[in-house]
């Protein structure tokens, strides 16, 4: 039986690294006999907005929930604020589909470039779990007095007993798994609700699990130990945004945004998992070739993993370590020349050998 794959290669250089990654993947095919892909692409974006209106097509989820994984590029493009690209296309699939998981990995891996000195692979090894479906994303509020002298915004943080609890229970599930401890990160000395409630409902759940490490870190701190003392996380669990900000924050230290993976989990699998590099549409550079493919490729090793092809996924990041080592088959990004179709084809080649 064929795996259903979405595709939603997006805008600016999305559509260049999502076609290594979809490359990749049917080389991985040609190999293993076991494994088929069916992929229907979908135009949906800012491009498209700029277009029809609208970033996908009113039956749009109804279309995408017939899949196993969507398979995302990038989304953002001059003339079509954040603020629209994020709420109606990456917040309504998040949602919509209960993916509230968002799992990325910041690892070091071997051959990647590391601002921080005297830093080895082991130093940098973490994996954030984010709270991906409420939190201060929910997006809901009031926008009052428009325009006049009085104007008020309300923006509302949403943190259910049920949306905490299974994200943190996932956490501790998975650093069990791994082997490692579980950090959580929240702000509860200035967030007297929200953060408060996070942190009390961490600490009941941490008794659950007398078998792993636990401890907790207001954010501002966390983000001081990223850079100082990274050894200190295994698995890191928290909000919506502070995952997202402080996950950037480890794309830095870990070789950069052309290195950053995303999943987007429904665990149960009653609705489709999303895959995706992290770094954006780079409209700067679209077009060029000169985007590095490797964390949507990295994604494509999340995807197979989650459906079940874990010598394939470690395979692939294996591969990206001897790339990132040899040195020879880089994208500008990393200091070399390569295009991002050089850089798919190298890894191709290595899976062919």
């Known amino acids: 039986m064929a795996h259903k794959i979405a595709v939603i290669a997006g805008d600016g250089i999305g559509p260049e690294v999502i076609g290594e990654g979809i490359k990749v ?43 196993e994984a969507i398979y995302l590029g990038a989304v953002g493009y001059p003339g079509v604020p954040d603020h629209i690209s994020l709420r109606d296309l990456l917040l309504v699939i998040r949602k919509g589909f209960d993916e509230y998981i968002n799992l990325r990995p910041v690892k ?20 954030f779990i984010r709270e991906n479906s409420e939190g201060e994303y929910y997006g809901t509020g009031a926008w009052l007095y428009r325009d006049s002298p009085q104007e008020v915004v309300i923006q509302d943080s949403v943190f259910s007993r049920k949306g905490c609890e299974r994200v943190i229970r996932y ?3 998975l650093a ?51 850079v100082k003392a990274p050894k200190r996380f295994g698995v890191v669990v928290t ?45 700067d550079i679209a077009g060029q070739g000169k985007a590095n493919p490797l964390a949507s490729i990295w994604s494509a090793s999340q995807m197979l993993e989650f459906l ?32 991002t179709s050089d850089v798919g084809n190298e890894v191709v080649r290595k899976l062919s050998e």
């Not at 995952?243 to 924050?249: A, E, K, M, N």
């Not at 370590?321 to 500008?332: A, D």
């Open 171 to 173: 956490a501790f599930n």
């Open 108 to 127: 070091l891996l071997k051959g990647a470039p590391c601002p921080l000195k005297g830093v080895s692979e082991s130093d940098i090894d973490m994996v």
């Open 176 to 226: 069990r798994t791994l082997g490692k401890s579980v950090t959580s990160i929240s702000k509860g000395n200035a967030l007297n609700y929200s953060m408060v409630f996070w942190d009390q409902i961490f600490e009941e759940i941490s008794k659950e699990y007398p078998d792993v490490e636990t401890h907790s870190l207001l954010v501002d701190a966390a983000s001081m130990f990223m």
């Open 308 to 339: 079940g092809y874990k010598k394939w996924a470690d395979k692939l990041i294996t591969i990206i370590e001897e790339i990132l080592e040899e040195k020879k088959v880089m994208t500008p990004d990393l200091g070399g020349c390569a295009s």
């Open 25 to 67: 993947l049917k080389e991985i095919e040609r190999l293993d006999d076991t494994i088929s892909f069916e992929f229907d692409f979908f135009p949906w974006g800012c491009e498209y907005y700029l277009k029809h209106g609208k970033m996908m097509d009113e039956d749009g989820m109804e279309r995408l929930s017939h899949f």
């Open 239 to 283: 909000s919506n945004l502070f995952g997202d900000i402080l996950t950037d924050l480890g794309a830095a230290i870990s070789g950069g945004m052309g290195l950053a993976a995303g999943a987007n989990l429904n665990p149960e699998r009653r609705f489709p998992s999303m895959f995706e590099p992290i770094h954006g549409s780079a409209p």
